[in-house]
């Protein structure tokens, strides 16, 4: 059925909770690293990547249990980034979601370590031969691949350097799109190709929702930079105006607001054309592009 | 033939720089951030943990070549591990190998991220399909999972955590014993594993081999231990008794330098013994056992 996209998000958010609870159990003998990298990993993110993921494996007729190892790992990696994007060295973040980050809670040291750990644990996951089962092993070793792509020097790693490195310059289109294409864009577009390609769809499945993937990938930035600039303090858990004060090359510093929401919803309707061929399982894909600009109002 | 160890390591080191250059190269639109990846590779390591994966290769009656990406690999997780133990949140080093650490040429953000870079790097290549061949691709997945594993949390990143809570603590044998068995042993141990596992090693000589590794590993560990006491800065490229100041926990410190002395020879002694159904092909994991604990004197 053509359901209720707050009711699935709910749903799939609880699944992707209960499994990296299961991934990643509590356990006293872990010590504080451990603590260090549950304390991140459930702080209260979206599970924006792991539902894409879970999402992207209905719409290709799969089984979205199948791929929920994956799932967990993009999340994994996901909290990686924002830990070690927050620290001192980097955007010197003192809250995240609402609640102290890391290196504010555990230090620096462990925040780094905790950090390496998820994106680690990441890893172990994807290659993980227990978990992964009777997946074809080329299906397999070519998700963590396209995903590990994603997140290093091509994709997040390359993007948050640039990004760095661009901080009080003068802000133009060109370098706005290339950080945020590396930043978010790739991970996110990984998450849908990678949930795709584990449950069985073929090349033609997989690349239209890679293209899907970007143009929502960038749209959900553009979103995010203009709830930055307007958005609500204590809905979104982090100062507001913080991009603005930093001097961060964002959509809206470039364009403007009214043009940067613009360039978001043209992003989001042809996402949302490309689903065609895949009918009535990717409605929550359809659901999602829709919902991404409408939530910037 | 049972050769000759230096000339060995000379060669081996010689194609491990080869590789890594070819799997990392050097690109102008690279940016910063691949300069410092490139930087702290290339800045005159031993590549301990590739030629033991090449020569456990050898040892099983494979082709060193075919594991080659899996030792560039290990270097690079070796590599940002460094990157970020010396930064000003951990260990706060500001030579390493003679030179200025990461973080004193490139600052803190990008140290960060070029170690992040490095770990993603090397999960890029042991997963890319195009490295990999005709591997069988169970292989190369396990080979992965293991070197992830000892990379992470029940690795690298345990040990270095306990390293940092330790600091200023009493120092006891079991926590020595633990914190280096995770944060040198693990992936000295999976170096050996992985190359005989892909390099088409049965189940027992994988065995054996791990096993030779938990001992060199912990053996190299104590010999760093003891240059670090008594050794000479300028052969070290680092401070003499840094270890010492920081109240770290090592060998040394818990067991006098004569005792740890003897432990790490009875350990590199059990580690020869191991190699012996290996018979002719094992001489250089042989020699290398003999090598460790003679440059302490």
């Not at 494996?57 to 924002?82: F, K, N, W």
């Not at 930043?183 to 997989?206: F, H, M, N, R, W």
């Not at 858990?237 to 090359?249: H, N, T, V």
């Amino acid at each position: 059925m053509a359901g209720d996209l707050t009711a699935y998000l709910k749903s799939q958010r609880e699944l992707v909770d209960e499994a990296l609870d299961r991934f990643l159990p509590s356990d006293e003998a872990g010590g504080q690293i451990l603590k260090a990298m549950r304390y991140s990993l459930f702080a209260g993110g979206k599970r924006l990547r792991p539902i894409l993921c879970l999402a992207a494996a209905q719409a290709v007729g799969g089984d979205p249990q199948r791929v929920m190892y994956c799932a967990c790992a993009l999340e994994m990696i996901h909290t990686y980034s924002l830990i070690h994007d927050d620290l001192p060295g980097m955007d010197d973040d003192d809250f995240r979601r609402g609640v102290p980050t890391n290196h504010k809670v555990f230090g620096e040291g462990l925040a780094i370590l905790a950090g390496d750990g998820l994106l680690t644990q990441a890893m172990v996951l994807l290659t993980d031969p227990g978990v992964i089962g009777d997946l074809e092993p080329w299906r397999a070793l070519t998700a963590a691949h396209l995903v590990m792509r994603a997140a290093g020097r091509e994709g997040m790693v390359g993007g948050q350097a640039a990004d760095l490195l661009a901080e009080r310059q003068e802000p133009d289109l060109a370098t706005v799109q290339f950080i945020h294409a590396l930043k978010t864009g790739a991970l996110i577009s990984a998450s849908l190709e990678a949930g795709a390609l584990l449950a069985g769809g073929d090349p033609e499945q997989v690349t239209l929702l890679s293209r899907y993937g970007r143009r929502v990938g960038l749209a959900f930035q553009i979103a995010d930079d203009l709830l930055n600039l307007t958005g609500d303090a204590a809905a979104l858990g982090k100062a507001i105006g913080s991009d603005e004060a930093r001097g961060k090359m964002t959509y809206p510093a470039v364009q403007g607001p009214a043009q940067a929401r613009e360039t978001g919803q043209r992003l989001v309707d042809e996402a949302a054309r490309l689903l065609e061929p895949l009918g009535e399982p990717a409605w929550p894909l359809r659901a999602l592009a829709a919902y991404i600009m409408a939530r910037t109002h």
